[in-house]
């Protein structure tokens, strides 16, 4: 089984190794088999949409934290024309699954601030596998503030497998760095624009999560507990993930439907990670629009429209 | 009874206690040091163990019943009501939850909120009913905070939320994580307004609501012995495959640690948090006239 592929992609990975091995017979034999490999591309491409057209929300969670999935850093290296890096909450630490700073989206400065789960083993435990602690919910609203006075939009990314539950984490209040977030940003003087980058796992998401506009990637997902702890809970088995993810409804479309989220952003076939380039472009090109949007809007109507919108949540 | 008990008070007492003719449900165990207490004396004492001072979980009703004074209290938000969008559904129906915990505790949800006075300081008091799906926050109880913050908010009154609960409403999915963020907006309206929000963490605190609401208070209470934190014990221990010490996320840890700023027993609660927001909004008390015969 090859490890890029999902489960529910073998047939693609199956005709991907069949292109792989032809093109290997092509080199060799100088036979000309392009037109067999040009079919067989345009048969995997449309295995590809038709499987991709048609996910589980158990699926959408599996390509959410597939291992090749673009990462906070994969997006804030490209699509910015420059980026300052910003450390620590001035408190305790630096978290490293939070990473934030000044960047120039389209020549115009943001505050970016993204959550970060790191690739590779050894990466992944210097970000702690994304799961941030309150120093990092520290250092974000830190910077959040600092956007404020200087008038720069907020763009958080999100993508976390929740916030880390630990010892050091209580001891140092991580419910309540992530409540004086939820807090702050409800009324922070500057437009504040969230996407859902990958897995927005409960209130390790949503603390960097309130805003004037929601947005999540076509096949990222966002819950209040992991399909397999909703599980867990139910049914007392993590072998009923599907079932969870289905009555949860944790799929960018189902959250457009509750009104939830506001923009789905399209991915390229076969999601994020099969075309990095065009989906740093999809995403730029959103998020500028975005931030001009808002720009347009006088800051007390916006901040009144964001409370509003806080206060419809469930109605 | 102790042997030296009954040697004290002479022949007879053990068969006096064995042919006991107390009516069934004058009598309660404690569930921590299981002593029998004897019901009118333990209502007396806001049902804590006068034996072991554990605090037993009481209701939300009864926390507002011991909490505010006795005339003039107006129930908010009772109309709204939990709604099922999700069409929730896993071995049962949430529908079908919903109506068996309403059976269960006469509630319609898991927060109650009063309008009414501490020592005739006007206020709002909110309370969490931990029988009602254990406490957790999805609409109804974020939007019941909300309406009543509001009209603390309004009036320029105090606001109190006694907090007992297991976090978000799982069957509500990201509905219920909403409410977060919603409770948390309105009371950094209060906040900015000057208006004093006082939190009271009561046994137990978990989740989502730990990470919003509970822990956003001016002042930060807890009930002695109480747990509260982020993520449960269980989950902890799982992920780090450590044993946590000993009084972790209890009261005790959680003023160590700077999360709350006092440990007040139940039977102080109501003299405590009337001086401190006396002390906070300039506005005098006055014990209230026990009124004695109707007219």
């Known amino acids: 089984m090859n490890l890029n592929y999902l489960d529910f992609e073998q047939p693609i990975a199956d005709l991907e190794a069949k292109i792989e091995e032809l093109q290997l017979v092509g080199n060799d034999n100088e036979l000309n088999i392009s037109d067999e490999i040009n079919k067989l591309r345009e048969k995997s491409r449309r295995l590809t949409e038709t499987i991709y057209a048609d996910l589980t929300p158990w699926q959408v969670v599996k390509v959410a934290r597939h291992p090749q999935r673009p990462y906070a850093l994969d997006y804030i290296t490209r699509m910015f024309d420059e980026f300052d890096e910003l450390h620590g909450d001035r408190h305790f630490g630096d978290d490293k699954a939070i990473v934030g700073g000044i960047a120039r989206l389209n020549g115009k400065p943001v505050m970016v601030i993204g959550e970060e789960k790191g690739r590779g083993v050894t990466e992944k435990v210097y970000r702690n596998f994304g799961m941030p602690k309150p120093e990092g919910y520290r250092k974000a609203l830190r910077l959040m503030e600092m956007a404020e006075r200087f008038k720069m939009p907020v763009l958080t990314l999100i993508d976390t497998p929740g916030a880390y539950p630990g010892i050091d984490s209580e001891e140092r209040g991580i419910s309540e760095s992530i409540a004086r977030n939820l807090a702050v940003m409800s009324r922070l003087r500057t437009p504040i624009i969230c996407t859902v980058i990958g897995e927005g796992s409960s209130g390790g998401a949503i603390a960097i999560g309130v805003g004037d506009i929601l947005n999540m990637l076509q096949y990222s997902t966002y819950f209040v507990i992991s399909p397999e702890g909703c599980a867990n809970i139910i049914w007392k088995t993590i072998d009923k993930a599907p079932l969870a993810a289905e009555a949860m409804g944790v799929t960018s479309s189902k959250l457009k439907e509750l009104g939830i989220v506001d923009e789905t952003i399209p991915e390229p076939p076969g999601g994020a990670h099969r075309d990095l380039d065009a989906m740093v472009a999809i995403l730029k090109n959103k998020l500028s629009a975005q931030v001009d949007q808002l720009a347009g809007i006088p800051i007390d109507e916006l901040l009144a429209k964001r409370f509003d919108r806080l206060m419809s949540y469930g109605n | ?295």
Not at chain 2, 16 to 21: E, F, I, P
Not at chain 2, 39 to 62: M, Q, S, T
Not at chain 2, 73 to 83: C, S, T
Request: with cysteine; aromatic share 6%; proline share 6%.
């Open chain 2, 1 to 295: 009874m102790s042997w030296l008990e009954r040697i004290k008070k002479g022949p007879g007492t053990l068969k006096k206690d064995r042919t006991s003719t107390v009516p069934e449900g004058l009598w309660r165990k404690c569930p921590l040091c299981n002593a029998p207490l004897y019901r009118p004396e333990l209502e007396k004492n806001a049902d804590v163990c006068p034996k072991c001072d554990h605090h037993i979980r009481i209701g939300a009703r009864r926390r507002l019943d011991i909490f505010l004074d006795t005339e003039g209290r107006q129930e908010l938000a009772a109309d709204v009501l939990p709604v099922d969008r999700l069409k929730f559904k896993d071995t049962k129906k949430y529908k079908d939850r919903l109506i068996a915990a309403q059976k269960e505790t006469g509630e319609k949800d898991a927060l109650i909120a009063l309008r009414g006075s501490l020592k005739r300081l006007p206020l709002v008091a909110t309370a969490f009913e931990f029988a009602f799906h254990g406490g957790s926050m999805g609409y109804a109880v974020g939007e019941r905070f909300t309406r009543a913050a509001k009209v603390s908010l309004d009036e320029k009154i105090p606001f109190v939320c006694f907090s007992a609960t297991g976090g978000a409403r799982m069957q509500e999915a990201l509905i219920s994580l909403m409410q977060m963020a919603k409770t948390s907006a309105i009371i950094e309206r209060l906040r900015l307004a000057g208006v004093p929000y006082i939190s009271i963490m009561t046994d137990p605190v978990y989740g989502g609501v730990s990470a919003s609401l509970a822990m956003l208070g001016d002042i930060n209470i807890a009930e002695p012995n109480a747990r509260a934190g982020f993520a449960g014990p269980n989950i902890i221990e799982q992920t780090i495959r450590q044993k946590l010490p000993p009084g972790f996320q209890r009261s005790e840890f959680l003023l160590e640690h700077g999360a709350i700023d006092m440990i007040v027993p139940r039977v102080e609660m109501r003299d405590t948090v009337a001086r401190l927001l006396s002390n906070m909004t300039g506005r005098p008390l006055q014990e209230q006239v026990e009124i004695t015969s109707p007219a």
